[in-house]
């Protein structure tokens, strides 16, 4: 995997991260907020978004595609937020996805239950652009350190791996002498 490729985008007081190559998935049931947030990111400089109105085909959606980056939101009809945020947090397969709760209620107990849900942020709504690139430029850039990291950690492994088995035959080879 090669690292993402990263632009900077000084619109809006400042300079925003973006990671073209990242995939983000937008799940909320409400078509305006997706059109809005998948304007905002192509503005930005996001190539690969993929929305989802039906929660019930979220975590499908979600394994096939494979995002860096979940936007969801909490209240939608037959599948919540909640719901969808704990089934995707008891995927212990998964590095690091960094999930982004979207949310109108601004209530304590709501951010409280959110972040311990596992959520890694929350933005709430209606969405300010600024905030919204930024709070996705670094969870992307965690998400790329993450992968970067177990990456590396992978490589070590399979030399340590590889060393193992030399010394094992070169000894094998010594008490064979």
């Given at each position: 995997m090669?690292?993402?490729?990263?632009?900077?985008?000084?619109?809006?007081?400042?300079?925003?991260?973006?990671?073209?190559?990242?995939?983000i998935?937008?799940?909320?049931?409400?078509?305006?907020?997706?059109?809005?947030?998948?304007?905002?990111?192509?503005y930005?400089?996001?190539k690969?978004?993929?929305?989802?109105?039906d929660?019930?085909?979220?975590?499908?959606?979600?394994?096939?595609?494979?995002?860096?980056?979940?936007?969801l939101?909490?209240?939608?009809?037959?599948?919540?937020?909640?719901?969808?945020?704990?089934?995707?947090?008891?995927?212990?397969d998964?590095?690091f996805?960094?999930?982004?709760?979207?949310?109108?209620?601004?209530?304590?107990?709501?951010?409280?239950n959110?972040?311990?849900?596992?959520?890694?942020?929350?933005?709430?709504?209606?969405?300010?652009?600024?905030?919204?690139?930024?709070?996705?430029?670094?969870?992307?850039?965690?998400?790329?350190?993450?992968?970067?990291?177990?990456?590396?950690?992978?490589?070590?492994?399979?030399?340590?791996?590889?060393?193992?088995?030399?010394?094992r035959?070169a000894?094998s080879?010594?008490?064979?002498?």
């Amino acid at each position: 995997m090669t690292p993402p490729e990263i632009k900077t985008h000084d619109d809006c007081q400042g300079d925003v991260r973006v990671f073209p190559r990242m995939k983000i998935l937008i799940v909320d049931d409400e078509p305006l907020n997706i059109a809005l947030l998948e304007d905002m990111l192509s503005y930005a400089g996001y190539k690969q978004i993929r929305s989802v109105t039906d929660s019930r085909t979220a975590l499908d959606v979600c394994n096939e595609f494979g995002p860096d980056l979940v936007l969801l939101d909490l209240m939608m009809p037959y599948v919540d937020g909640f719901a969808i945020l704990e089934a995707l947090r008891s995927d212990g397969d998964e590095l690091f996805l960094p999930v982004i709760v979207l949310t109108a209620d601004a209530n304590e107990g709501t951010k409280r239950n959110t972040l311990r849900a596992g959520a890694t942020d929350f933005l709430l709504k209606p969405f300010d652009q600024l905030e919204v690139l930024l709070r996705i430029g670094n969870l992307l850039e965690m998400r790329r350190l993450h992968v970067q990291l177990d990456m590396q950690r992978a490589a070590l492994e399979d030399a340590l791996h590889t060393k193992s088995l030399e010394l094992r035959e070169a000894t094998s080879q010594l008490q064979g002498v």
